[in-house]
C-alpha cells in the first residue's frame, strides 16, 4: 500500500504546490500528456500522487480516500460538516492566499458595515417585494457568519464562477467571494464591507484524520512530513 | 434509541390525549412549498431544513414542523375558535452535531382562540406538562411580549423602534443597534464621514444593480434624521437590561417587572398579562411559586413567537434538546393570514425523547 498525496489538478496551485514540495526535495509532475490526471513522485518511495480538483479534495480527505491533500481552508470550510474532526491542518503552504469576503457596489456609498447591509437589506426588501440577494458559491460560510453577525432580509443565490458580474447582470445586489488582492472587485466597481471578512484561506497541506495506514505506510507518510520540514 | 415503531405509538397515544381535550386530528404533506418558509424565516432556513426542487412546483422543503402548515390551512378554511392534534416526522438539516437527529417525530397541539389568551396559553401548557408526567422536567417559561412592548414605548424615533423590533429574535444585532442608538459605540469613521460630506454620491464608482440612487438617497437621508435624534437615554437602556435580566420564580418576576413598570409604563399591558396567565396556570394546578421565568427565554430560536414561551427540559441532560416547547404566535398568523390574524398558541412534543427517557429510568 501507498501513501495517496492528492494534489490540484490544474492551474497555478498545481503549479505552486509542484514548486513546493519541489524546494523540499519530493519531485512532484504529471506523468504523461497534459490531459491525463495521473502523477509521479520522486525523491521518496511509496508515496502516490492523486491528481483532484482542488474542490473535490477536502472530501477525499474526509473519507480517507488520500492521506494527505493540498487545497484551500476556504474549501475546507465550506464542504466539511466539523472539518477539525476529519481533517487536521499540517502547514500552510504560503499561497493561494484568500480572503472570503462580502461586497457591495462601490456605489452604495451608504452601506460600509454589516449594520448598513442590514438596515439595507430590510428597505430593499419592503421597495422591491423580495429579499437582497447576495451570490456566492460558499452558502454555509456565508450564511454561518451573517446568521452569528444577526444579519436578516438577504437571500444567498447560487453562483459558481464570474460572481462579480451578476451584480451589472441584476440576478444579485451583492457577492460573497474569494479575492486575492481587490483588483477584479475594483474593477467591478465594487468595494469590500469593513467588517465583511468571512474567512482568511491560503494554500494549506491537509492531513486525513480517517485515513486507514498500516506500519508501512505510517513510517513512509513520516519519512515524508520529515523531509518537508513539517513533523 | 428507541423503534420507529415504538415512536409512532408513542406519538399516536399522544394525539389520541390532545383529542381526548378537544383537539381536531390534522394531517399535512411533508412536502412544504418553499416560498412560505422562506418568506417567513429567511435564508437561516435552509441551514435548518432541507430543500429540494422539481420542474415544476420548483423549491420545496421537508416539513422542518407543522405549525406553518397548520397555520395556513386553518387560514384557508377554518373557522375559529378551532383546536388541532398531529404527529408525524419533522427534518432538521444537521451540519455541525452528529448527535442531533435530522428527522424526528413530533405531536403537537394548537389553539386559535382570541376569548381568553391567558387560558389559552396555560390549557396548552398543561397538556404538554400532564402528557410528561412522570419524567421529572424542569419547565422554562419566558414572554416575548415585554421586550416588544418595551421597545415600542421607548421614547425615540420610530425607525429605531422598527429596527429594534426587527431584530428582537436576534439578540446579538439587538445588542449593536441599541449600543449604536444610545451613543455607547460611537458612529464608525466611514457613515461620519458619509454624514459630512456635501455631496456623499461625488467620486462614488457607477451605479449598477437593481438598488437605485433613490434608495441610496432614502436611506442617506434616513441616517442624518438618525443622527440629529437624541440618543436613547441610559435610563431607558438601562431597563431594557433590567427586563432581559429578569431570571427568577414567576412570582418575583412579576414583582421584578411591576417596579420596572413604574419607569417604563409601556409593559404595563404585557405585565398584566403574564399576572393574568399565572392566574390560569395556578387555577390549573400549576404550582406558579416554584415556576421559572425568565424574560429572554425563547428569543434565539424560531422567529414567530411573540408572547408567552415554554419548554420542559430534562435535569442533568444538557446535551438534549427540550421534550417539548411552545408558545403563543399571534405574528405569524398576521403574516401568513395576509392581514387577517388570529391570536393563536401550540406546543409540541418529542415522543422519541420521551422513550428514551423513559427507557433510561
Known sequence: MTVKLGVPSKGRLMEKTFQWFGARGIGLSRAGSDREYAGAVDGIDGVELVLLSAGEIPRELEAGRIHLGVTGTDLVREKLARWEQSVAEVTEMGFGQADLIIAVPGAWVDVNTLDDLDAAAAAFRARHGFRLRIATKYHRLVRD?????????????????????TIRNETAEAVADITSTGETLRANHLKLLEDGLILRSQATLFRAR???????ERATLAALLNKLGVD | MPTIAATRAKAAH?????????????????????????????????????????????????????????????????????????????????????????????????????????????????????????????????????????VAGLRTTAPRKAALARHIWRPRRFRALLDRFSGRTPMPASRRALLAADDPMHGAPPL??????????????????????????????????????????????????????????????????????????????????????????????MEYYDGFVFGFYAEG???????????????????????????????????????????AR
Open chain 1, 210 to 216: 480517517r485515513a486507514p495506514a498500516e506500519d508501512g
Open chain 1, 145 to 165: 457568519f451573517l446568521r452569528s453577525h444577526g444579519v436578516a432580509d438577504y437571500q444567498l443565490v447560487d453562483s459558481q464562477g464570474a460572481t462579480e458580474g
Open chain 2, 208 to 301: 449598477l444593480g437593481l438598488r437605485s440612487r433613490a434608495e441610496i438617497e432614502a436611506r442617506i437621508a434616513a441616517l442624518r434624521e438618525d443622527a440629529a435624534a437624541a440618543p436613547i437615554s441610559a435610563e431607558e437602556v438601562a431597563l431594557i437590561d433590567a427586563i432581559l435580566e429578569v431570571r427568577e420564580t414567576a412570582p418575583n418576576a412579576l414583582e421584578h417587572l411591576r417596579d420596572i413598570a413604574v419607569d417604563l409604563p409601556a409593559i404595563e399591558r404585557a405585565v398584566e398579562r403574564l399576572r393574568t396567565r399565572m392566574g390560569a396556570l395556578a387555577a390549573r394546578g400549576v404550582d406558579v411559586d416554584a415556576l421559572d421565568f425568565e424574560a429572554s427565554y425563547g428569543r434565539a430560536s
Open chain 2, 14 to 150: 399522544l394525539r389520541a390525549q390532545f383529542e381526548a381535550a378537544g383537539a381536531v386530528p390534522v394531517e399535512t404533506p411533508v412536502l412544504q412549498p418553499a416560498a412560505a418558509l422562506l418568506d417567513l424565516y429567511g435564508e437561516d432556513i435552509r441551514g435548518r431544513a432541507y430543500v429540494t426542487s422539481d420542474a415544476l412546483r420548483g423549491e420545496q422543503m421537508l416539513r422542518p414542523d407543522f405549525t406553518v402548515p397548520v397555520v395556513q390551512m386553518h387560514m384557508e378554511h377554518g373557522a375559529t375558535p378551532a383546536r388541532y392534534t398531529y404527529a408525524g416526522a419533522v427534518f432538521r438539516r444537521q451540519e455541525d452535531d452528529p448527535d442531533r437527529p435530522n428527522e424526528y417525530w413530533q405531536a403537537g397541539y394548537e389553539v386559535f382562540d382570541g376569548q381568553d389568551p391567558a387560558a389559552a396559553d396555560a390549557e396548552v401548557f398543561c397538556l404538554m406538562r400532564d402528557a410528561l408526567q412522570g419524567l421529572n422536567l424542569r419547565a422554562a417559561t419566558g414572554d416575548i411580549g415585554l421586550l416588544m412592548a418595551a
Open chain 2, 317 to 359: 441532560r444538557p446535551d438534549l434538546p427540550p421534550v417539548a416547547s411552545g408558545g403563543r404566535y399571534d405574528a405569524l398568523t398576521r403574516v401568513l393570514g395576509r392581514g387577517a390574524e388570529i391570536p393563536a398558541v401550540g406546543g409540541v412534543i418529542r415522543p422519541g425523547l420521551m422513550l428514551e427517557l423513559e427507557g
